[in-house]
């Protein structure tokens, strides 16, 4: 089966760390896109961090620059988000999507929840 399964959210106070994992199954990330999204309560998802194809260079969006960081294992097929300085905005689900054979993959979203 092919699929993507986050993990490693949690409730956080401001200013503390997490890491998401993203394990892929059934497939191998290879040279394909791997982003990770945030969806904030009542919100859109946005695109946060990413690898585009055929690329190891991150890119992210300039709310999260400088505190989070894109990685991937290709070893282990996982990819990660580490997140410090986290602020009370960064609460929301998060995903983490790539693509297999031309499908667009998403995995089921960790929560991550920041408040004192």
């Known amino acids: 089966q092919v699929q993507l399964v986050e993990s490693g959210g949690g409730l956080v106070q401001p200013g503390g760390s997490l890491k998401l994992s993203c394990v892929a199954s059934?497939?191998?990330?290879?040279?394909?896109?791997v982003r990770w999204y945030q969806q904030a309560p009542g919100s859109t998802r946005y695109l946060l961090a990413f690898f585009a194809i055929n690329s190891r260079k991150p890119t992210y969006r300039q709310s999260v620059a400088g505190r989070f960081t894109i990685s991937r294992n290709d070893a282990d097929n996982t990819a990660y988000l580490e997140m410090k300085d986290l602020r009370p905005t960064d609460t929301g689900v998060y995903y983490c999507?790539?693509?297999?054979?031309?499908?667009?993959?998403w995995g089921q979203g960790t929560q991550v929840t920041v408040s004192s």
């Open positions: 059934g497939f191998t990330f290879g040279n394909s896109y």
């Open positions: 999507n790539s693509q297999f054979e031309g499908q667009d993959i």
